[in-house]
C-alpha cells in the first residue's frame, strides 16, 4: 500500500535561513509525490509534484523539491525562508485515483 | 473560474441536528473528494466521486455520515444525527482526470462545530 511519512510534527527556521520539511514515502510501483500547503483557515494549495525526470523538482513560492530514490524520500526546500511561509505542509503520494496525504509538518519561521 | 465553492463556510449545531455540507467542483473535473481535518486525526479522506459515482466510501466514519452527488456541479455531505465529535473542519476538492498529471483543488473548507 502506498504511503508517506512526515518525521517531523514542526520545524523552526529563521527568517533568511534554508528550511527543509522532510518526508519519506512507501510504494509498489513508480512513485508521483506531491506537497501541498495549508495557510491559516484556508484549504490545502498545490506547490509541486515529481512524476518522473530530474530529481529536483521546482515549484511556486520558490520551494523546490528533491526525489531521492535510494532513500525513499521526498524532502521539500526552500534556499531563503520568509515569515510567510509559516503554514502546515503536507507530503502526499498518489495510490489508484486519489492522494494519500502525510500527516502534515508545521512550518514556523521567525523573524 | 472560481475554484471550488464549498457552504456554508461556518456550521454551528447542537448535538441531534442533521447537518449538510455543499460543494460545487470546478467545471469540468471529473473527480470530487470530501476530506474532514481534526488536529488529532489530521486529513482524512471520507469519500470520492468519480463522474459523479462514488467510488471508495471506506473513509465514512459510520452510517450517519452520506455524501451525493446528484450532477456533476454539485455534492452534499449529510451528516444525521451530528454529534460533537464529528465537529472538524470538511474540505471539497476536485480534481481533473488522473490526478497523477493533475493538481488537486481544495475548497475554502466548511468549520463544523457541534455542540
Known amino acids: 500500500a502506498q504511503s508517506v511519512a512526515q518525521p517531523e510534527d514542526q520545524v523552526n527556521v529563521a527568517e533568511g535561513n534554508p528550511l527543509t520539511v522532510k518526508c519519506t514515502y512507501s510504494v509498489s510501483g513508480n512513485p508521483y509525490l506531491f506537497w501541498y500547503v495549508q495557510y491559516p483557515n484556508r484549504g490545502l494549495q498545490f506547490l509541486l509534484k515529481?512524476?518522473?525526470?530530474?530529481?529536483l523538482v521546482k515549484g511556486s513560492y520558490g520551494f523546490e523539491a528533491e526525489f531521492n530514490k535510494s532513500q525513499t524520500s521526498f524532502h521539500l526546500k526552500k534556499p531563503s525562508a520568509l515569515v510567510s511561509d509559516s503554514a502546515l505542509y503536507f507530503c502526499?503520494?498518489?495510490?489508484?485515483?486519489?492522494?494519500?496525504f502525510g500527516a502534515g509538518t508545521r512550518l514556523a519561521v521567525h523573524p | 473560474d472560481a475554484g471550488v465553492i464549498q457552504s456554508p463556510r461556518h456550521e454551528v449545531t447542537e448535538m441531534g441536528q442533521e447537518v449538510t455540507l455543499r460543494c460545487k467542483p470546478i467545471s469540468g473535473h471529473d473527480y470530487l473528494f470530501w476530506y474532514r481535518q481534526t488536529m488529532m486525526r489530521g486529513l482524512e479522506l471520507l469519500i470520492y466521486?468519480?463522474?459523479?459515482?462514488?467510488?471508495?466510501d471506506s473513509g465514512m466514519p459510520e452510517d450517519r455520515f452520506s455524501a451525493k452527488m446528484p450532477n456533476a456541479s454539485f455534492s452534499t455531505l449529510k451528516i444525521q444525527p451530528s454529534e460533537p465529535r464529528d465537529s472538524a473542519v470538511y474540505f471539497c476538492?476536485?480534481?481533473?482526470?488522473?490526478?497523477?498529471?493533475?493538481?488537486?483543488?481544495f475548497g475554502p473548507g466548511t468549520r463544523l462545530t457541534v455542540l
Open positions: 515529481y512524476i518522473t525526470g530530474d530529481n
Open positions: 466521486f468519480n463522474n459523479n459515482v462514488p467510488i471508495d
Open positions: 502526499a503520494v498518489r495510490a489508484p485515483n486519489k492522494l494519500i
Open positions: 476538492a476536485s480534481n481533473l482526470r488522473d490526478m497523477a498529471y493533475n493538481e488537486q483543488f
